[in-house]
């Protein structure tokens, strides 16, 4: 009833950019929080940022400084600057949102994207 696509990976090298983009779609109501994580191998699932429906953001210190999480209310979609970008930033990235659906019109759940995979190397 709510997909989650995620666009924007690839290849980079050091010290470059990238810009993910993550659109919600379906049955929509309404969209609290959403947010970025990523899961590099071996490695549990780690946030990156999180951001609310007034555009209040948090960041991981792992990323802060370097990543910048932003969302577009009217396109339901949430997207992630990354500069600066180093080899252990490798992993697939995921979004997220807290979905109101047009079925409940109050309760929020949790959906997620299918993961896109960013690999940063020389």
């Known amino acids: 009833q709510v997909q989650l696509v995620e666009s924007g990976g690839g290849l980079v090298q050091p010290g470059g950019s990238l810009r993910l983009s993550c659109a919600a779609s379906g049955s929509i109501f309404s969209i609290n929080a959403m947010g970025w994580y990523r899961q590099a191998p071996g490695k549990e699932r780690e946030l990156l940022a999180g951001?609310?429906?007034?555009?209040?953001?948090n960041y991981a210190d792992s990323v802060k400084g370097r990543f910048t999480i932003s969302r577009d209310n009217a396109k339901n979609a949430v997207y992630l600057q990354m500069n600066s970008l180093k080899p252990e930033d490798t992993a697939v990235y995921y979004c997220?949102?807290?979905?109101?659906?047009?079925?409940?019109?109050?309760?929020?759940?949790?959906?997620w994207g299918q993961g896109t995979q960013v690999t940063v190397s020389s």
């Open positions: 997220n949102a807290d979905v109101v659906t047009m079925r409940t019109m109050s309760t929020a759940f949790r959906f």
């Open positions: 951001i609310t429906s007034g555009g209040s953001a």
